[in-house]
């Protein structure tokens, strides 16, 4: 079993920035993938950002590439999704989510193991 914790969201201007985290208990996260997804009011859930644990390796949405950067710190079991420019599009409860494996799937039906999640709102 994996528990995630989501914190760090938060109210801010257009072109500010936010770094979210997401704290990892249980099993050692050394297998494991683990994604951030967002939705908004009305839409469906969303891709964001995914990590390889193992392998550190990382993937973005095209909405978020070049703005956010996913990181992690093996030591505290966690990772964080650093926001820049962020814009009001990306308002949204944005979730971290982990899964076994150390191929990284956005498909957010693949994920096992998903946080409270977090509010993100951007005002213009």
């Known amino acids: 079993q994996v528990q995630l914790v989501e914190s760090g969201g938060g109210l801010v201007q257009a072109g500010g920035s936010l770094r979210l985290s997401c704290a990892a208990s249980?099993?050692?996260?050394?297998?494991?993938?683990v994604g951030w997804f967002r939705q908004a009011p009305g839409k469906e859930r969303e891709f964001v950002a995914a990590?390889?644990?193992?392998?550190?390796?990382?993937y973005y949405a095209d909405s978020v590439k070049g703005r956010f950067t996913f990181s992690r710190d093996n030591a505290k079991k966690t990772v964080y999704l650093q926001m820049n420019s962020l814009k009001p599009e990306d308002s949204a409860v944005y979730y971290c989510a982990a899964v076994s494996g150390v191929v990284v799937t956005q498909r957010a039906n693949e994920y096992a193991y998903w946080g409270q999640g977090t509010q993100v709102t951007v005002s213009s």
């Open positions: 249980g099993r050692t996260l050394s297998s494991y993938s």
């Open positions: 990590i390889s644990w193992r392998h550190g390796s990382t």
